[in-house]
Nanobody, 125 residues
Framework: QVQLVESGGGSVQAGSSLRLSCAAS????????MGWFRQLPGKGREFVAA????????YYSDDVKGRSTISRDNAKNTVNLQMHSLKPEDTAVYYC??????????????????WGPGTQVTVSS
């Protein structure tokens, strides 16, 4: 069982940067594909970014591509999401998730078996 805990959320002004972090309890973290998803107010959860276990491949949604960077440190069992130029429409609860790697499934919520409780990000204009 993989336990995930997010941190780094908060309230910021539009145009600011924020770094979300996710700590995993599992020793096999380095073999997992890690993803970030978000749930906007009144909407379902959507894909934000993902990184494969070797960090050889990264994936981004069109909404955040060019403004965000996902990275991981397998020695520390952490994955980070650095976001820049934040917009009010980025306001959401951000979730860290982990999956046993399955090529082509990195963007699919249903393929992630482990989830953190989420961290709130609020961007004001």
């Amino acid at each position: 069982q993989v336990q995930l805990v997010e941190s780094g959320g908060g309230s910021v002004q539009a145009g600011s940067s924020l770094r979300l972090s996710c700590a995993a309890s599992e020793g096999s973290f380095s073999r997992l594909t890690m993803g970030w998803f978000r749930q906007l107010p009144g909407k379902g959860r959507e894909f934000v970014a993902a990184i494969t276990w070797t960090a050889g491949s990264t994936y981004y949604s069109d909404d955040v591509k060019g403004r965000s960077t996902i990275s991981r440190d397998n020695a520390k069992n952490t994955v980070n999401l650095q976001m820049h130029s934040l917009k009010p429409e980025d306001t959401a609860v951000y979730y860290c998730a982990a999956q046993i790697p399955y090529p082509g499934s990195e963007r699919r919520e249903e393929e992630y078996a482990y989830w953190g409780p989420g961290t709130q990000v609020t961007v004001s204009s």
